[in-house]
């Protein structure tokens, strides 16, 4: 039996155990099947590790929507990453209780910050780019300028 950290274990595992399952149904709904995988701006702050904090799990699961976008190019699925903005949502109040009373009625809606998940499972696939992170219904870049959160293939 095996034990897994469970910040890992949702973002990271669960991601890829999820989508992984997936892939015959969604091989079977191409050309239009895609994958949305919900990161966050916290992996900005963080190169691809074997360090099993938030922001490097959120940074996993942008590399897996990049290998899988680069694995199943020619079979018609689309698979994208995409940050919320800072959503007033019950696992922020629990999560982080202090800095949510703080900013409370200063944060996105939960449905604002579902907006761009709606868009991107709405929009023509050409319009979109697969393996892309997406922030506010447009492509925003994986990593910050001057930061060294870039990884190798091999990493
Ligand atoms: N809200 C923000 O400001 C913000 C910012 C950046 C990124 N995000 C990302 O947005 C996504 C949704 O977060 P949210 O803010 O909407 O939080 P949320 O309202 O608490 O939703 C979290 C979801 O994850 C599920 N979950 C939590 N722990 C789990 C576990 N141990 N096993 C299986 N499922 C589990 C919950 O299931 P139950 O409903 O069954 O408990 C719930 O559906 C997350 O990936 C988060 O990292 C949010």
Same mark, same amino acid.
């Given at each position: 039996?095996?034990?897994?950290?469970?910040?890992?274990?949702? @973002?990271?595992?669960?991601?890829?155990?999820?989508?992984?399952?997936?892939?015959?149904?969604?091989?079977?709904?191409?050309?239009?099947?895609?994958?949305?995988?919900?990161?966050?701006?916290?992996?900005?702050?963080?190169?691809?590790? @074997?360090?099993?904090?938030?922001? &490097?799990?959120?940074?996993?699961?942008?590399?897996?929507?990049?290998?899988?976008?680069?694995?199943?190019?020619?079979?018609?699925?689309?698979?994208?990453?995409?940050?919320?903005?800072?959503?007033?949502?019950?696992?922020?109040?629990?999560?982080?209780?202090?800095?949510?009373? &703080?900013?409370?009625?200063?944060?996105?809606?939960?449905?604002?910050?579902?907006?761009?998940?709606?868009?991107?499972?709405?929009?023509?696939?050409?319009?979109?780019?697969?393996?892309?992170?997406?922030?506010?219904?447009?492509?925003?870049?994986?990593?910050?300028?001057?930061?060294?959160?870039?990884?190798?293939?091999?990493?």
């Amino acid at each position: 039996m095996f034990c897994f950290e469970l910040n890992f274990s949702v @973002n990271v595992l669960g991601t890829y155990i999820i989508t992984e399952s997936m892939l015959p149904l969604l091989e079977k709904a191409a050309l239009d099947a895609r994958v949305i995988t919900v990161s966050s701006g916290g992996m900005y702050t963080a190169p691809l590790t @074997n360090d099993l904090q938030y922001a &490097r799990n959120k940074r996993v699961q942008v590399a897996l929507i990049e290998k899988w976008a680069e694995m199943y190019k020619d079979k018609g699925i689309g698979f994208y990453a995409m940050y919320p903005g800072w959503a007033e949502t019950p696992g922020v109040a629990k999560s982080s209780p202090e800095f949510s009373e &703080r900013f409370s009625g200063k944060f996105r809606t939960w449905g604002e910050g579902a907006d761009t998940i709606i868009w991107l499972a709405l929009q023509p696939k050409e319009k979109l780019v697969s393996g892309g992170f997406y922030f506010d219904r447009a492509e925003a870049p994986k990593h910050p300028p001057f930061a060294s959160t870039r990884s190798t293939n091999d990493e």
